[in-house]
């Protein structure tokens, strides 16, 4: 069992979208945070790979396009 709050119960990472996204599906970014990693992927692909950033790296995108 995970003790990351960021997962499920089954440990694997708890994704979610913006409440932006809707309901009717689309193109929708999904994201996963843990202490120390934040994952990114598309909500039509969710098996596809993610991308996985570091904390600082989220931290300076975010600072960077106005997110924080």
Not at 12 to 36: I, M, Q
């Amino acid at each position: 069992m995970s003790t990351d709050p960021h997962a499920d119960q089954s440990g694997e990472l708890a994704w979610f979208k913006s409440s932006y996204s809707g309901t009717s599906g689309g193109d929708c970014v999904e994201v996963a945070t843990t202490p120390a990693t934040v994952h990114v992927r598309d909500s039509k692909r969710p098996l596809v790979a993610s991308l996985t950033f570091s904390a600082e790296q989220w931290s300076a995108f975010a600072a960077y396009a106005g997110l924080a």
